[in-house]
């Protein structure tokens, strides 16, 4: 992957379509070993997670293209590569699996990003059910091996509605994504035994994975 770090960091000074034609072969080429890397992650991942089994990886992959419509920001390409592992592919709204590869940014993620308002609302209807089976989710040892605890980004800082501000488990369901995310250094993807170290992190994730799909 070091071709693949090396175009992305050039890419982050000359973000522009003509710097981006001139090396489109490289591109071609950085795609196709992040595709590489992202099948045999898929391959390994499909070992405990059944509904990853036969997923393309090709259909998993973000386009580098920036959407610039609604945009200040003008600058036409993404300064990463990412891709969604979920059982369906990246268009796919349960819960999976994220690698984001950028210099210095790097990391893996997954469980359930931005759900619809009546997923939300089953997941935390089932949190305020079973919030002792999540809780040991959340506390096992694999887990908290990769993952300090649920990402609290957009977490609301009141009750949700319908549930009581002095409920014994607010502080779960005031999430509005039920993410975990693990960073990674460069060098650890280089690694030739990266999509095996990925598939471990993402193994620990199934778990919470499997409990956010149940609400589902």
Not at 79 to 84: D, E, F, H, I, K
Not at 177 to 188: R, S, Y
Request: proline share 5%; charged share 30%; with cysteine.
């Amino acid at each position: 992957m070091e071709t693949t770090f090396k175009f992305l960091k050039q890419l982050a000074k000359n973000n522009s379509k003509e710097w981006f034609d001139a090396n489109r072969k490289t591109y071609e080429a950085c795609k196709a070993e992040f595709e590489t890397v992202v099948k045999s992650i898929i391959d390994k991942s499909s070992a405990f997670d059944k509904g990853l089994a036969g997923l393309e990886a090709k259909k998993c992959l973000f386009r580098i293209n920036r959407d610039i419509r609604f945009s200040k920001d003008k600058s036409p390409y993404k300064l990463n590569m990412g891709a969604s592992m979920n059982p369906g592919g990246k268009k796919e709204m349960g819960a999976g699996y994220y690698l984001h590869i950028e210099p210095g940014k790097s990391f893996l993620a997954g469980g359930c990003y931005m759900p619809p308002p009546e997923v939300l609302a089953a997941i935390r209807q089932e949190i305020d059910y079973n919030a002792k089976d999540f809780k040991k989710i959340l506390a096992a040892k694999d887990f908290k091996t990769y993952f300090k605890d649920l990402s609290e980004e957009e977490k609301l800082k009141t009750a949700p509605k319908g549930y009581p501000k002095d409920h014994p488990d607010l502080s779960l369901l005031q999430h509005k994504h039920f993410i975990v995310v693990h960073n990674i250094k460069d060098e650890q993807i280089m690694d030739k035994n990266f999509p095996t170290y990925a598939a471990k992190v993402f193994k620990a994730m199934y778990p919470l994975n499997t409990f956010l799909r149940n609400c589902m």
